[in-house]
């Protein structure tokens, strides 16, 4: 339950406005399995009922919009051995995500706080994404042996350059200035204009003037901008040991804690996400969500999604131990199995 007592995720009709409150703020308003399945079900609803003519999104308590899916959920499922409860996790979350990119209303999401995977799932496929002054994005996967998923093997590959190979290699944090110089972001106000902006949406008026009216300066960019060719010129290398390599020849100070960076990240999970993002460039939205569901099927029967758990968030120690531990060692037959498709039945992501 959230911290409140109330329940973990709170549905409110309010004039035209369907308002979505994420309610666990000292999770960080991660989604659980219960959060994902009751607010595809609400979605549908909202999608059949007239009166609603578009959704607001939030997240409780100032820190975070949403920090991703809960992972620990999934760790304990799967160390209970209930592999079938895994898999619907991920079903639950990627079908949600599918229902936010075909949902054929306006979303609006007003995002205070970190947004991070799972976060990134039920906001970027929406219509508005409202960064505040305290907005900051990232997909941090690979620094617990995953991929960033949630339909980001679709969004990355098509934002400028090689910035969304770059977010994707390395989970750098961003904030709205350069969240809105790529796209990621679509509005800016201030936190503190949140309630009256739901407010003047419930009003069920055209939505983007009163986006307008309340908006602020768009803060200036940071890193994706100010390094952008630097990120062009060594991200568009074909491997992740040629990316590297770039980026030690360049020397630069970022280019140096770039590399460092990313030398801390599984190597399973690097070499795993510099193909997809070579693949999701042309790929449909519900055929990368099928290749998302394929790996992380296959990530699931690994090792490194679990070490970066537990070293994340259940003994956070900081100190995963990878395996295998260096890219050289990466099985290129690995890589391309968990391309492929398994032998059950794959979920439906058309709408």
Same mark, same amino acid.
């Given at each position: ?12 009709? *309010? ?15 991660? +989604? ?19 009166? %609603?003519?578009?959704?607001?999104? *939030? ?8 920090? !991703? ?11 209970? !051995? ?25 979303? %609006? ?8 995977? !799972? ?35 679709? %969004? ?16 750098? *944090? ?8 790529? !796209? ?85 999970? +690097? %070499? ?80």
């Amino acid at each position: 339950m959230a911290d409140s007592g109330e329940a973990e995720i709170l549905f409110e009709r *309010r004039g035209a406005v369907g308002l979505v409150t994420l309610n666990r703020p000292r999770a960080l308003n991660a +989604l659980t399995r219960a959060m994902l399945e009751a607010m595809r079900a609400q979605l549908a609803a909202w999608a059949e009922d007239a009166a %609603v003519t578009r959704l607001v999104l *939030r997240g409780r308590g100032g820190r975070a919009f949403c920090a !991703g899916g809960d992972i620990r959920e999934i760790h304990a499922l799967a160390t209970a !051995g209930d592999h079938a409860g895994v898999d619907a996790f991920w079903r639950a979350e990627y079908g949600l995500d599918a229902a936010v990119k075909h949902l054929p209303k306006p979303i %609006v999401s007003l995002i205070e706080g970190l947004v991070m995977g !799972g976060g990134n799932g039920i906001s970027v496929h929406g219509s508005h994404r409202v960064s505040s002054e305290s907005y900051s994005f990232a997909m941090p996967e690979v620094g617990i042996g995953l991929f960033p998923d949630v339909g980001m093997t679709y %969004v990355l590959p098509r934002l400028p350059g090689l910035t969304g190979t770059y977010l994707a290699l390395t989970g750098t *944090r961003i904030g709205p200035g350069d969240a809105h110089a790529v !796209g990621l972001a679509t509005h800016h106000a201030a936190a503190a204009d949140f309630d009256a902006l739901v407010d003047a949406l419930a009003g069920g008026g055209p939505i983007d003037p009163v986006l307008a009216d309340r908006a602020r300066p768009v803060p200036d960019p940071g890193v994706l901008v100010r390094e952008r060719a630097r990120i062009d010129a060594c991200f568009g290398a074909d491997t992740v040991p040629d990316i590297l390599a770039r980026l030690d020849a360049d020397g630069s100070a970022f280019a140096t804690e770039t590399a460092a960076l990313m030398r801390t990240r599984s190597p399973t999970s +690097l %070499v795993l996400v510099r193909e997809q993002m070579r693949r999701g460039a042309t790929l449909t939205f519900p055929d990368a969500l099928r290749t998302e569901y394929r790996m992380v099927s296959a990530l699931m029967r690994g090792h490194d999604f679990f070490e970066g758990v537990r070293a994340a968030v259940i003994d956070k120690d900081g100190a995963p131990a990878w395996s295998p531990a260096t890219l050289g060692a990466v099985d290129p037959g690995t890589i391309a199995a968990a391309f492929a498709p398994g032998d059950a039945p794959e979920p439906d992501f058309e709408r």
